[in-house]
Nanobody, 127 residues
């Protein structure tokens, strides 16, 4: 299992942008489906986006389509989440995750599909 460290969170105003980073160590991410999840206060962790091994395929939850972009750099063991046009409802702790399953449908992804997790980074969007 790879170890994951999340970074890049912060406080941003509505409409602003942030780029989250996930740094992997202890192995290569090339063999993993990588994803970002988020958890808002008082709510369950929810799927945000995922990217296939080669980076060719991506899946997003509906509420972030067109605003968030997931990407990966296998050579440097990095995964990113570029977030633009941020909204107050995007406020949450964001965590990257590594897994082995790919689904076409965003609703199919659950935390059980991922075995390695980052510690999370706080994103706060102020109105």
């Amino acid at each position: 299992q790879v170890q994951l460290v999340d970074s890049g969170g912060g406080l941003v105003q509505v409409g602003g942008s942030l780029r989250l980073s996930c740094t992997a160590s202890g192995g290569t991410i090339r063999i993993y489906q990588m994803a970002w999840f988020r958890q808002a206060p008082g709510k369950e962790r929810e799927f945000v986006a995922t990217i296939s091994y080669s980076g060719e395929y991506t899946v997003y939850r509906d509420s972030v389509k067109g605003r968030f972009t997931i990407s990966r750099d296998n050579a440097n063991n990095m995964v990113y989440l570029q977030m633009t046009n941020l909204k107050p409802e995007d406020t949450a702790v964001y965590s990257c995750a590594a897994g082995l399953r790919y689904y076409i449908d965003a609703d199919s992804y659950t935390t059980a599909d991922f075995g390695s997790w980052g510690q999370g980074t706080q994103v706060t969007v102020s109105s």
